[in-house]
């Protein structure tokens, strides 16, 4: 990555993150995950969690970013996005940035939540941690300060071995993708 593009992707994240500072300001026990989908260098949409807020369990931050795009991008878009969020997307958003067919997201940091991220590299999505601090300690202080709405949210299972999906045969896998008639970032034109 250069050093323009790691500029370029805290930039897009410091949105991200002004997104969930603002639904702190009107609900102090909002969760905070921020998302913004940038195309071609622009901010199209962001969202929040708002599960608080709406008490909506799949309003996820990144869901709620992809649901504030309306249906004004194209599938030809989505294909050039990048999905900036503040934490790694949990199996739900994972699933919903496979749909849309976005090719990249970049997470603020992994080190309080990282279910999805081997699903998507092996699915051939490029996946950037950052590892931003900021946004690690504010995770940590709302899990220790609110467990039960943390735990409620990511349907809190006892910890787990990881699957293997470095085991995954990236050519069954697509051809798994494509039967059901999704396009793999692989598969456009540059």
């Known amino acids: 990555m250069t050093a323009n593009q790691l500029e370029l992707d805290r930039q897009f994240l410091a949105q991200a993150v002004a997104a969930v500072d603002e639904a702190l300001r009107l609900e102090p026990r909002a969760i905070p995950i921020g998302a913004v989908l940038v195309i071609d260098g622009v901010v199209r949409a962001s969202g929040t969690n708002q599960r608080i807020q709406q008490n909506n369990p799949i309003l996820h931050g990144e869901t709620s970013c992809l649901q504030n795009t309306g249906t004004s991008i194209t599938e030809p878009e989505f294909a050039r996005s990048t999905l900036y969020t503040t934490l790694s997307p949990c199996y739900m958003c994972a699933g919903a940035a496979l749909r ?52 409620g949210d990511i349907t809190y299972i006892p910890p787990r071995p990881q699957p293997d999906y470095s085991q995954l045969d990236p050519a069954l896998a697509a051809k798994h993708w494509r039967k059901l008639g999704f396009v793999l970032p692989q598969d456009l034109e540059p």
Do not use: H
């Open 100 to 151: 849309f067919k976005i090719p990249r997201v970049v997470v603020a940091e992994n080190r309080s939540f990282q279910e999805s991220e081997l699903l998507l590299r092996a699915l051939g999505v490029e996946v950037t941690v950052l590892d931003d601090e900021g946004c690690y300690l504010r995770m940590k202080q709302f899990i220790e300060d609110y467990p039960d709405v943390w735990f």
